[in-house]
C-alpha cells in the first residue's frame, strides 16, 4: 500500500494507454482524458502490433517491471495489438476497438472480443465509448488498493446519477 502511495506520488505511469496509430488517437483520447482528471499517472503513444512488433514486444515484456497495472491498447482493422500485448504480459490488457474506414470497427470488435481460451483481453465497446469506459474500468482497479481513488469514482457516479434525474423529456 505504502509502496503504492509513492508511486503515485513520484507519478510513475499507472495505466498505459497504446494504440496502433496516430490516426486512433481521436478514439483514444477518451481514455487519456478520463485517466487525467482522475489524476492517474499514465502514458500515451503509439505502438503498432505490425509495423513495430520488436517495440509492442518490448512494451509489453516491461510493462510489469515499469509498474503498470493495466493497459489500455486500441487498435481498428485486423486488431491484433491487444492480444499481442495480452500474450506477451500479464499486467491485464483492456482493448478499445477503434472504428475503421469499411467496416465501421465491427472488424475491430471482432478482432479484440474472439481471443481464443487462456489469454484474456478485456474488451469495450467501439469508439469513443469503449475508450473511455476502458480508463473507468482501469481507475476501478485501481480503487481497490486506494481509498482516495475510489472516492472519486463514486462521486463520478453520482453525478451520473444526478444528471439523469435531472433530465426532462418535452412537454
Ligand atoms: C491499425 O490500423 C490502427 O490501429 C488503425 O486503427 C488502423 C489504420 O492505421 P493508419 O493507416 O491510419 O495508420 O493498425
Known sequence: MNEQKAVLVAGMPLVGVVMGSSSDWDVMQ???AILTEFGVPHEAQVISAHRMPDQMFEYAAT??????RAI???AGGAAHLPGMLAAKTIVPVLGVPVPSKYLR????????VQMPKGIPVATYAIGEAG?????????AML?????????KLLAFRDKQTQIALDMKLPA
Open 72 to 74: 489500455i491498447a486500441g
Open 105 to 112: 470497427g465491427e472488424d475491430s470488435l471482432l478482432s479484440i
Open 131 to 139: 475508450a473511455a469506459n476502458a480508463a473507468l474500468s482501469a481507475i
Open 30 to 32: 477518451h481514455a487519456v
Open 63 to 68: 510493462a510489469k517491471a515499469r509498474g503498470l
Open 143 to 151: 480503487a481497490m488498493t486506494d481509498d482516495a481513488l475510489a472516492a
